[in-house]
């Protein structure tokens, strides 16, 4: 039987990884800078994560959603205490398609309304509802062109006014900082003054905080830099370290009822036991605060080299800008000098997505592979 072939790979087969790094069958080390899409945040067979997983897996790996898991439990008050965010409830599932997909659920509950706006370059996933309201028309099949949606420009704050003034959207989701979009953030006005704009429409405003959220930016979440409150917040890429989870954290005001949601592996017992070690981690190694430290290190380091004509993101969410398309760059990172580097639909943007306890002497070798691959293309 063959795979379905929808990726294109390159020639490597990671066998094993180690902290920010992965190996393949005959011991070839590769620097990992990029971490599968942002997912391993707290480094590749951390002891930590290992022995929790193996633990567990020796007790229940998995059992339904029809009994009491006291590990979701645990894992609710965790994120609550390492987030700082209160009053809010914890529905778990598998992936970030899956936690923006219940979040307008949710959102159209609430409200009784079917209309989203979202933004362009965004990305919120492949299933049928997110994938509406991403800006890649290549990814929709006919199936998703039905929803009720509005696009706007990413920061227009008079769009947005003149779109919630109609008084009909269940929600308006955004990327505090885009993805795969390309690292762009808007203004704190943008923000700020969405929430209230929101609030005042009766629609509920969704936090996508798959890729930018669990310390990466330097703040648990993203949006926190800008002292709003989100109705739903969504999550999952560094929410296991690898390990498949998602999940949504819900305003209390919005009541739950049976049935409402479901999922048959979300909050499984293994996945809780990846989540509050992840969770444990980041607060006992300080891994936010040292996201926010070597973006420091890194702006230093960028401004040495002239052709990064701009530093985008926060955190270790890092977009090196330059101005020709970065392809064959990234090729020669990966294949000359052994580093994993990311793209972005921007093509001009180098994306960085390390595990959050990289630590500086990385980036001095990510730095000096860059300058000799920057030398050998002129």
């Given at each position: 039987?063959?795979?379905?072939?929808?990726?294109?790979?390159?020639?490597?087969?990671?066998?094993?990884?180690?902290?920010?790094?992965?190996?393949?069958?005959?011991?070839?080390?590769?620097?990992?800078?990029?971490?599968?899409?942002?997912?391993?945040?707290?480094?590749?067979?951390?002891?930590?994560?290992?022995?929790?997983?193996?633990?567990?897996?020796?007790?229940?790996?998995?059992?339904?959603?029809?009994?009491?898991?006291?590990?979701?439990?645990?894992?609710?008050?965790?994120?609550?205490?390492?987030?700082?965010?209160?009053?809010?409830?914890?529905?778990?599932?598998?992936?970030?398609?899956?936690?923006?997909?219940?979040?307008?659920?949710?959102?159209?509950?609430?409200?009784?309304?079917?209309?989203?706006?979202?933004?362009?370059?965004?990305?919120?996933?492949?299933?049928?509802?997110?994938?509406?309201?991403?800006?890649?028309?290549?990814?929709?099949?006919?199936?998703?062109?039905?929803?009720?949606?509005?696009?706007?420009?990413?920061?227009?704050?008079?769009?947005?006014?003149?779109?919630?003034?109609?008084?009909?959207?269940?929600?308006?989701?955004?990327?505090?900082?885009?993805g795969v979009g390309g690292l762009d953030e808007a203004s704190a006005e943008f923000?700020?003054?969405?929430?209230?704009?929101?609030?005042?429409?009766?629609?509920?405003?969704?936090?996508?905080?798959?890729?930018?959220?669990?310390?990466?930016?330097?703040?648990?979440?993203?949006?926190?830099?800008?002292?709003?409150?989100?109705?739903?917040?969504?999550?999952?890429?560094?929410?296991?370290?690898?390990?498949?989870?998602?999940?949504?954290?819900?305003?209390?005001k919005i009541e739950a009822k049976f049935g409402m949601l479901g999922t048959t592996?979300?909050?499984?017992?293994?996945?809780?036991?990846?989540?509050?070690?992840?969770?444990?981690?980041?607060?006992?190694?300080?891994?936010?605060?040292?996201?926010?430290?070597?973006?420091?290190?890194?702006?230093?380091?960028?401004?040495?080299?002239?052709?990064?004509?701009?530093?985008?993101?926060?955190?270790?969410?890092?977009?090196?800008?330059?101005?020709?398309?970065?392809?064959?760059?990234?090729?020669?990172?990966?294949?000359e000098h052994k580093v994993f580097t990311g793209a972005s639909s921007n093509k001009?943007?180098?994306?960085?997505?390390?595990?959050?306890?990289?630590?500086?002497?990385?980036?001095?070798?990510?730095?000096?592979?860059?300058?000799?691959?920057?030398?050998?293309?002129?």
């Amino acid at each position: 039987m063959q795979l379905f072939d929808v990726y294109p790979l390159y020639d490597i087969a990671p066998v094993r990884g180690e902290g920010c790094y992965v190996f393949e069958e005959n011991g070839q080390k590769y620097l990992d800078l990029y971490g599968g899409h942002a997912v391993i945040s707290i480094g590749h067979s951390h002891p930590e994560y290992v022995r929790a997983i193996t633990n567990q897996v020796q007790k229940l790996g998995f059992y339904s959603n029809s009994i009491k898991n006291p590990l979701q439990v645990e894992l609710a008050e965790k994120l609550e205490q390492v987030s700082g965010v209160k009053d809010y409830s914890l529905f778990l599932c598998n992936s970030g398609a899956e936690a923006n997909e219940n979040a307008l659920k949710v959102a159209s509950f609430k409200t009784g309304r079917s209309k989203i706006i979202y933004f362009e370059n965004a990305f919120h996933g492949r299933t049928s509802g997110v994938v509406a309201v991403t800006d890649n028309e290549s990814i929709k099949a006919a199936f998703n062109k039905d929803h009720q949606v509005v696009k706007l420009p990413f920061g227009d704050i008079e769009a947005l006014e003149a779109e919630l003034s109609k008084n009909d959207a269940a929600a308006v989701i955004y990327e505090v900082i885009q993805g795969v979009g390309g690292l762009d953030e808007a203004s704190a006005e943008f923000y700020q003054k969405s929430a209230t704009l929101c609030k005042r429409a009766g629609t509920l405003l969704i936090a996508d905080e798959v890729q930018s959220g669990y310390g990466r930016t330097g703040d648990f979440f993203a949006f926190q830099k800008y002292g709003i409150r989100p109705d739903i917040i969504s999550m999952a890429k560094g929410m296991g370290n690898g390990f498949p989870i998602g999940g949504i954290l819900i305003d209390h005001k919005i009541e739950a009822k049976f049935g409402m949601l479901g999922t048959t592996f979300g909050g499984n017992h293994l996945a809780c036991a990846a989540g509050i070690a992840v969770l444990n981690t980041i607060e006992k190694e300080n891994l936010a605060e040292n996201a926010r430290e070597l973006f420091e290190y890194v702006k230093q380091k960028a401004g040495d080299i002239p052709l990064i004509k701009k530093i985008k993101g926060r955190g270790l969410m890092i977009g090196l800008e330059f101005d020709f398309e970065i392809t064959p760059l990234r090729k020669e990172l990966l294949f000359e000098h052994k580093v994993f580097t990311g793209a972005s639909s921007n093509k001009q943007l180098l994306r960085i997505l390390p595990p959050l306890n990289i630590k500086k002497e990385h980036f001095d070798m990510f730095f000096g592979a860059l300058k000799i691959a920057l030398d050998n293309s002129k």
